[in-house]
């Protein structure tokens, strides 16, 4: 079993900051990349950011220079530090980690889901 857990989500002003994290754990073998996305109501999820193993990271373009992804790789967490939150910020945060299990290691990465965590912007 892998298990993707994340906390930090809250009720937060606008202008203000949040830090979420997400910790994978389980029957892991290899982390490749992981990532947060987000899904406001009615609306599609889309990529909020993703880091690889090596450091490489890439942003939605609506949270470019607010929003910082980083990861320890030593204890499968990857954090999300948003600072200068808007209102539109404001959507279930989902993290993502694309691994190996370590019970398949011969199998492609497979897609995990952490269960959300809310995130509340108030103007």
């Known amino acids: 079993q892998v298990q993707l857990v994340e906390s930090g989500g809250g009720l937060v002003q606008a202008g203000g900051s949040l830090r979420l994290a997400c910790v994978a754990s389980g029957s892991i073998l290899s982390i490749n990349a992981m990532g947060w996305y987000r899904q406001a109501p009615g609306q599609q999820r889309e990529l909020v950011a993703s880091?690889?193993?090596?450091?490489?990271?890439n942003y939605g373009d609506s949270v470019k220079g607010r929003f910082t992804i980083s990861r320890d790789n030593a204890k499968n967490t990857v954090y999300l530090q948003m600072n200068s939150l808007k209102p539109e910020d404001t959507a279930v945060y989902y993290c993502?980690?694309?691994?190996?299990?370590?019970?398949?290691?011969?199998?492609?990465?497979?897609?995990?889901w952490g269960q959300g965590t809310q995130v509340t912007v108030s103007s």
């Open positions: 880091i690889t193993s090596g450091g490489r990271t």
């Open positions: 993502n980690a694309q691994l190996i299990r370590s019970d398949r290691p011969f199998s492609r990465p497979g897609d995990y």
